[in-house]
């Protein structure tokens, strides 16, 4: 994990010191770019493992288009930089292809902290599993190929909603518990984060359901967990 090559987009001179500081000293490649157009560049140049992008950037393309551009081909891991992180702002961070957010201004314990889960998140290998696809009503899932379809309409989800996902369908029809989910899809760290696991389930409706406000396959069980619904037939 400590070879991964890391892009860092910012056009903050000062952080892209500390970020590349923090992360070399551990054994990571870090490449920067202080742009847009400069990140889609170098990503496509560097082929990286991750990338940490900022919200705000100079000129025509700021951090949700170059994730948006990215995600028409990669589904490498992106963790935005944002000065703020209200729940519209991570919403719209994934629906443009995020994993992951981080507020500024942060440490280097937490930088490192959710660069490791990250990458640990997407490198880590799929369990075996008995069954190789989960039909719930319309909703189907393709556990080899990590393929999600709503009917006959293949729905894109990013790295980090999928596993979301593929939590709550190994446990269908079963109410997980926040700290569950949150230890099991983004490790440890993350148990306590509830705001930040609500946010990922509003996303996940957004893509998946039919009318997001009354959904009928991510069920809520008020300050308790989650449960992926599926009828008994299946």
Not at 185 to 196: L, M, N, S, T
Request: proline content about 5%.
């Amino acid at each position: 994990m400590a070879e991964a090559t890391i892009l860092v987009v910012d056009d903050e001179p000062r952080l892209l010191r500390l970020v590349n500081e923090v992360l070399t000293a551990v054994g990571y490649r870090v490449v920067t770019a202080n742009n847009g157009e400069a990140a889609l560049d170098t990503f496509a140049l560097e082929q990286p493992d991750l990338i940490l992008l900022d919200i705000h950037l100079p000129h025509s393309i700021d951090g949700y288009e170059v994730c948006r551009r990215i995600r028409e081909f990669s589904d490498v891991p992106v963790i935005m930089l944002t000065a703020k992180a209200r729940e519209s702002d991570l919403l719209r961070g994934f629906e443009a292809g995020a994993d992951d957010y981080l507020t500024k201004p942060f440490s280097a314990k937490e930088l490192l902290a959710r660069v490791k889960a990250v990458l640990r998140r997407y490198r880590s290998p799929e369990e075996i599993r008995t069954t190789l696809e989960l039909a719930c009503g319309e909703l189907r899932i393709h556990f080899a190929q990590r393929r999600v379809f709503v009917g006959t309409q293949e729905v894109k989800l990013t790295p980090t909603e999928y596993q979301l996902l593929r939590v709550l369908a190994l446990n269908a029809n079963k109410v997980m518990l926040h700290q569950d989910l949150l230890t099991q899809v983004w490790g440890p760290e993350y148990r306590d984060d509830i705001d930040y696991l609500r946010a990922y389930i509003r996303s996940l409706r957004q893509k998946l359901e039919e009318d997001p406000h009354n959904p009928k396959h991510i069920l809520t069980t008020p300050r308790v967990g989650y449960m992926l619904a599926c009828p008994e037939e299946n």
